[in-house]
């Protein structure tokens, strides 16, 4: 392309309301721009970026066998109200009424009618196993959108669908998907890490992430310095220490007035944060629960439900809290009159320090045999330095953003909607499913923050805009031009998507844009013209090289093949 006369335009001052360094930068370039809170339009320089990402979805997806397809956006919400997800996604579903009063969404997500689909094929186990796919628009009310195309309202995802006899046949779905993936995120150099996930929404019983490292992810990764353990925060095993081997002591109620936080307390006792438990008080499907947990460490809500078979965890109100004898900043588990439910590390600690249910009390040297709960579990966050579960190693934390994400669906749609075989004996299964997606904008978003410096994107030449940029240093010279537009047609020729800056610009302008948009390699052609000679200037490097024309073919075809 020959930027003269086209679409294109860059800003030299940051972003004013964009929080990342993604979202900054991909609106300064041009390459996307804000029409409202979570929701952007791609420009031609952006659009032609993300194309090239979907292209290698793509050409992996239909490697891997999946056959693509598209389904509509908007949809008849009964398909989510039959699959019972309507009420799980709540207010974050789009809704809206046609002119006859019938209900619709913008689908969130779509297993609903790729199962839909499904029906129309399968009668047999001669008609299975089979992936199908899509790289379409979802739609979710994010309450914060943030981050640029990190966190956002309208979003492009590629979602795939394997559907198989039985258990053994997702695990070989399962596996391709995930040597897709993993040829797909190698191939757009991203650094990424593979953790295990909660199911959440989409149920099932198998969930891993795609977490393309960061500094600004909105997920906390947890990482082995030992070995290749890795979990997302929410599901990641706390392993509790052996118990403590000190004999019991009497307990001991002590005054501790005004001391209501977990820090006053030990301060004012002298005594380890590991060595207190604290109450958290809350709502679990409208019934009040209290949680007690060692006092260094905090709730894991995920955690929580799961142990509960809950639907919802909120803070408990103060009707919640009236037929109990819990006392704000001074609740402990003894003479509790609630449902308690307590962290297995609590299990094993001895002579700890706890709330008395009594306004400026606590006591000392509480043990678990001095009161009742109902269960126990894992129930709290790991924390740094924690012990690993799977080697005993040091855990450390790490942030990252999701980028794709593989799910053992098993039977939870097929069952609901009716998605059933017959098998080779003529007797009637249900259809066993996997899902697969990947967040086509947000490879975009975590390719800039891992590849960028001071003065713009750095992107690998698999999704550049253009593999190389022209800048023709003084438009007004003739020859310049003359020798600009004949290194353009030659590449064109070759097969090598080329970029001509031939802008009426100061070529400083021009650097700037070149650098800014992320274009892996920048051919100067200026004043060595007469000597036969261009610069050429690698994205990624200070350095400018003085070559002859002739050998341009060459270094360029050299770069892509290094």
Do not use: W
Not at 228 to 254: F, G, M, P, R, W
């Amino acid at each position: 392309m020959k930027l003269k006369g086209t679409y294109f335009y860059t800003l030299r001052e940051d972003a004013k309301d964009e929080e990342s360094i993604s979202g900054n930068f991909l609106v300064r370039s041009g390459m996307i721009k804000k029409v409202g809170a979570g929701i952007y339009m791609y420009l031609p320089m952006g659009l032609k970026v993300l194309d090239k990402i979907k292209k290698i979805v793509k050409e992996e997806m239909d490697n891997a066998g999946a056959q693509e397809l598209l389904m509509p956006s908007l949809i008849p919400k009964e398909y989510y109200e039959k699959s019972g997800r309507a009420d799980v996604f709540g207010s974050d579903m789009f809704t809206l009424s046609d002119r006859y009063d019938k209900s619709y969404a913008l689908g969130p997500t779509h297993e609903e009618l790729f199962t839909i689909a499904a029906k129309s094929l399968v009668k047999s186990y001669k008609d299975l196993p089979f992936t199908i796919y899509q790289q379409a628009d979802k739609f979710r009310d994010e309450p914060r959108p943030r981050y640029g195309l990190i966190r956002v309202r309208e979003f492009i995802m590629k979602d795939a669908y394997s559907f198989d006899k039985d258990a053994e046949g997702l695990d070989e779905s399962y596996k391709k998907m995930k040597v897709a993936y993993n040829n797909i995120f190698d191939r757009l150099n991203i650094n990424y890490k593979l953790v295990k996930s909660d199911t959440g929404a989409m149920g099932g019983s198998l969930s891993e992430e795609y977490q393309a490292i960061t500094d600004i992810g909105e997920d906390t990764l947890v990482l082995c310095e030992n070995c290749d353990y890795a979990s997302n925060l929410e599901i990641a095993e706390c392993i509790s220490k052996d118990k403590d081997s000190e004999l019991e002591k009497e307990l001991t109620l002590v005054e501790t007035k005004g001391k209501r936080t977990i820090k006053e307390v030990c301060e004012y006792l002298n005594v380890d944060e590991d060595k207190t438990i604290k109450a958290l008080l809350m709502n679990v499907d409208n019934e009040l629960v209290i949680f007690f947990i060692r006092g260094d460490r905090e709730l894991n809500e995920s955690k929580a439900k799961k142990l509960l078979n809950a639907k919802e965890i909120n803070f408990a109100n103060d009707e919640l809290l009236k037929g109990s004898n819990a006392v704000e900043g001074f609740t402990g588990p003894i003479n509790l009159n609630a449902k308690i439910v307590i962290d297995n590390e609590v299990l094993n600690m001895k002579n700890f320090v706890c709330g008395a249910n009594k306004v400026d009390y606590h006591y000392l040297n509480a043990n678990v045999k001095d009161f009742e709960y109902y269960k126990n579990g894992d129930i709290v966050n790991v924390k740094d330095g924690d012990i690993c579960p799977k080697c005993g190693g040091k855990l450390y934390f790490k942030k990252g953003i999701e980028i794709g994400n593989l799910f053992k669906l098993g039977t939870k749609y097929s069952e609901k909607l009716g998605l059933t075989y017959l098998d080779e004996f003529n007797k009637e299964k249900v259809v066993t499913m996997g899902c697969y997606g990947i967040g086509v904008g947000r490879i975009l978003a975590s390719v800039v923050e891992q590849n960028n410096d001071e003065f713009g994107l750095i992107l690998p030449p698999s999704i550049a805009p253009y593999e190389v940029c022209i800048v023709l240093i003084d438009y007004k010279d003739s020859e310049q031009l003359r020798i600009s537009e004949e290194i353009y047609n030659l590449l064109k020729t070759n097969n090598i998507d080329v970029l001509l800056d031939n802008r009426e610009e100061r070529v400083g302008v021009k650097f700037k844009d070149m650098d800014l948009i992320g274009i892996p390699l920048r051919i100067n052609v200026g004043k060595k013209i007469n000597e036969g000679l261009v610069e050429i200037k690698k994205r990624n490097s200070k350095d400018i090289e003085i070559i002859k024309i002739e050998d341009i073919l060459n270094y360029i075809n050299k770069y892509k093949n290094n």
